[in-house]
């Protein structure tokens, strides 16, 4: 199983920017799927972008434009660059990793390896 963790979480005012990362253990097969989510309190975890083994990204409507997810397989890393981020964007992060493509935004069900979470909070 995939081991990850991220970091790079904050604080930042309205219209901010911020970075995490995420380091993964090496992937031993094929197709990976690797994936944001995050979740503010009291509410259920939501994808926020997913990225399959090419490089193909996809995006929650509410961070596209703003948030972009990336990585480096050779230093098994993901990103994930949000700019001008707003309040509703406070919550905590989370890295995911699934075998097999993505085929859009997965479900929370889909993926097999998750992270503790860093925590972005976006002050007005």
């Known amino acids: 199983q995939v081991q990850v963790s991220e970091s790079g979480g904050g604080s930042v005012q309205a219209g901010g920017s911020l970075r995490l990362e995420c380091t993964y253990s090496?992937?031993?097969?094929?197709?990976?799927?690797m994936g944001w989510f995050r979740q503010s309190p009291g509410t259920a975890r939501e994808t926020v972008a997913s990225?399959?083994?090419?490089?193909?990204?996809t995006y929650r409507g509410a961070v596209r434009g703003r948030f972009t997810i990336s990585k480096d397989d050779a230093r098994n890393m993901l990103y994930l660059e949000m700019n001008n981020l707003t309040p509703e964007d406070t919550a905590t992060y989370y890295c995911?990793?699934?075998?097999?493509?993505?085929?859009?935004?997965?479900?929370?069900?889909?993926?097999?390896?998750w992270g503790e979470g860093t925590q972005v909070t976006v002050s007005s």
């Open positions: 995911a990793a699934a075998y097999g493509y993505c085929l859009g935004l997965p479900m929370e069900s889909r993926y097999d390896s």
């Open positions: 090496q992937i031993t097969y094929n197709n990976a799927c």
């Open positions: 990225i399959e083994s090419d490089g193909t990204a």
